[in-house]
């Protein structure tokens, strides 16, 4: 196992090197002499030539690149042109947030997702699997942020029954925290569900077919049984693939829920840097996102290997 | 986006009768969701064509005398903020959407089927770049790197669909590779080898025509998410500017006048909802329709 762990953390390694790569490249194609865009309203020669200096601006390429790469290296992802803080005390103080969002609206995907698949492909056919494959595209089909915008008007406007938008923190209350974080929760889930739902059922119907599960049909386990203790754990290895997969969906559908529901998250601050052409917010939310998405993956797939022995092995 | 790449039986190339596509058009059209989808997205091509016919007002015009007007016999969808009718605006919106689906499929296939023939036929160094480099631009999440990019380049429908192009092409280059590898194990192109086939001539002849079934069928289910990539996009403010219509950008007004005008929030969700279900129906029946281990 062992030296599946090493192969596969090395692969990470380019890709990380590229993530970086890119996101230089990013940031160097923007319109307009960096230099300018960080001095600011008064083009002062004397700031600009500063800027060049303390940016290695005036070094070749490869020589800034590598100097940047040291920095983020200590941690250093810069400051925000706009007010001056440390990119990394912005995202530090948003990612709780869009943390806690990402993780209701998990538990709402797979609540949703898991008996829902389990149930469609037990019941192949029926009326069940008809209605809940529906379900699954429409939850595929329908624009979250729109989603959130009917919420709002439904269950706010018209009923009445939940705050429309903001953010509590946790520690002012968890009621009050909750309330307001239960529809951007679902609206977010919703479309996971709908990705976790169709896998559960194509995993589920391939493990029913095995030789195993008629065996513990034959020994005369109950079906629950047989379909819970038996069926489903096996099924769920792919469903967990596709679950670090879709981490990525996750954070993208979280911009846009934020700024439906108002959440000071993740995606606002991405969101309102690009608005505020405060690229080097944009650029460390770039990065940041982009490095926890191979870690997590990286994670996932050596935890296979932890729960599977049969893939380290190969 | 999901990046489950799934290798699809090869084909034989000689075609059997009907055409290459003989069988699987008639069991596509067997399925009725499939028929559905692909006559709601045919209704969705003619409304964007004939929106000039169609429409009953200007698009753009503001009409500071009627704003906000509730859905009735003059404006079927009411009126926006400034007057515009919803109707109209929701008719010209479909152009958008259509064209960011379209063209920034076409430039993912464009990236992605060459770049997977070349780096699942040759292996090598070659593949190993590419794939890294699928790996990176995947490590993006979708919306992130695409809102980076149209930081950087600027906002407006182009670079919408430049940024979905390119956020959506390692799908392509990973499906094509996968296939190419499937297909180049089979014997009729060690044979063609055998025969001294140059490799272009191999990938040309033998290889591509045995990948076309799943990359139309991904292409389909892509042009779905691009839709909805492009509407949230808008909606972001980043991609197609006012005053032209577009769906996203229409909802991204609209959720400022939830209490006075609700009505102007839900037509185009609907209209984005209803195109991307019907691309997905049809994907989804294509794909069934393709695939020859169904029978």
New interface residues.
Partial sequence: MLPFVGRRAL?AI??LF??TV??FG??R???GDPALILAGEQQDPEVIAFIREKYRLNDPLPVQYLAWVAQLARGDLGRSLRTNERVLDLIAAKLPVTIELALLSLLVAVAIALPLGMLAAVRRGTAIDYGSTMAA??G????N??LG??L??FVS?RLGWLP?SGYVPLSEGVWENVKRMIMPAFVLGTGLAA?LMRQMRSSMLGVLKQDFVRTAHAKGQRGAAVVIRHAARNALIPVTT?LG?????L???A??TE??FTIPGFGKL??DA??N?D?AV??G??LI???S??LI?LLVDLTYAVLDPRIGAK | ????VRVERPVETAAPTGGPFGRPLSRLFKRPPAVIGALVVLLFVVVAALAPVLAPYDPAKPDFANVRQPPSAEYRFGTDEIGRDVLTRTIYGARASLLAGVISVLIATGLGVPLGLVSGFYRGALDELIM??T???????????A??????L?PSLTNAMIAIGIATTPTFIRLTRAQVLAVGAEEFVTAARALGATGARIIWRHVLPNCVAPLLVQATLTI?QAV?AE??LS????GVQPPTPSW?GM?NT??NF??QA?WM??Y??LS??FT??AF??FG?GLRDALDPRDD
């Fill in positions: 692969t380019p890709t590229l993530v890119m996101v990013i940031q194609s923007l319109p595209l429409t595929l089909s329908v624009p942020f729109w915008i009917m709002i008007l406007v429309a990705v596709i997969l879709q981490l990525g969906a954070l993208s559908g911009v846009l700024q439906v991405i969101v690009v608005f052409r690229y944009v650029q939310v770039v996102t982009a490095t998405y191979i993956n | 986006m999901s990046v489950t890294r480099l790996d990176a631009v995947l490590s993006f999440p979708f919306l992130i790197l809102i980076a990019m149209a930081a950087a600027g779905a909805i509407s949230a909606f972001l403010g980043l996203g909802l609209a959720k939830l209490v609700p929030a839900i185009p969700g984005i909802f991307v279900l997905n129906l989804d």
